[in-house]
């Protein structure tokens, strides 16, 4: 499966196989050839109950960083219930317009500091969304707004880009080359149409 920054998916998984070890496994997908990234694998074993083995199951082969067919073969399989039986009715009335860009920026380094620093120029690569790069707090923002703890995040992330631009281009606005940080969420009213 595919998913993006930021971004979730419940997934069931069915357990259906030989009584065994197996390995979960998540690497990086990017056709961008800004810098270095990590290509780490991030793994999990799944063991089934009953499996006795102490060897470690074999590291199955994976796509290449940059596999757009395999990436493009995955969307073009997924599908929705939409029919008769389940049909979608799609909100005319939209409360709150929401228009998020997703993008990769550049942070300068600090001065003899060479962790994560394996960008162009002495940079770092930062993900962000409508040009802001989230900073992780300390405490859980749901928990700090539950308790009315303030200090912990901003409620003043934006609706939109900070400027318009061609979206789909690879000539990104200079300007949006450096986001700025920030924990910023935007409250949306119970049941609102986004």
């Not at 930062?126 to 995040?153: E, K």
């Amino acid at each position: 499966m595919l998913i993006t920054p930021g971004q979730t998916a419940d997934v069931l998984l069915t357990a259906n196989q030989a009584i065994a070890k197996y390995y979960i496994a998540a690497n990086v997908y990017t056709t961008q050839s800004i810098g270095f990234f990590d290509n780490t694998t991030t793994t999990a074993i799944l063991s089934y109950v009953g499996s006795h083995s102490s060897a470690t199951p074999s590291l199955p082969q994976f796509p290449t960083y940059n596999d757009t067919a395999t990436v493009t073969k995955f969307n073009k399989g997924l599908r929705s219930l939409a029919s008769k039986e389940h049909p979608i009715e799609v909100p005319q009335n939209i409360d709150e317009k929401l228009l998020i860009t997703i993008g990769l920026g550049l942070f300068p380094c600090r001065t003899n500091v060479t962790t994560n620093c394996q960008g162009p120029n002495n940079t770092r690569v930062t993900a962000s969304m409508n040009n802001v790069s989230f900073v992780l707090p300390d405490i859980a923002i749901l928990q700090a707004y539950y308790f009315g703890i303030n200090g912990v995040f901003t409620t003043d992330f934006p609706s939109n880009p900070p400027i318009v631009f061609n979206y789909t281009s690879d000539n990104i606005p200079r300007s949006l080359w450096s986001p700025i940080t920030g924990t910023k969420v935007k409250v949306l009213n119970y049941n609102a149409t986004v």
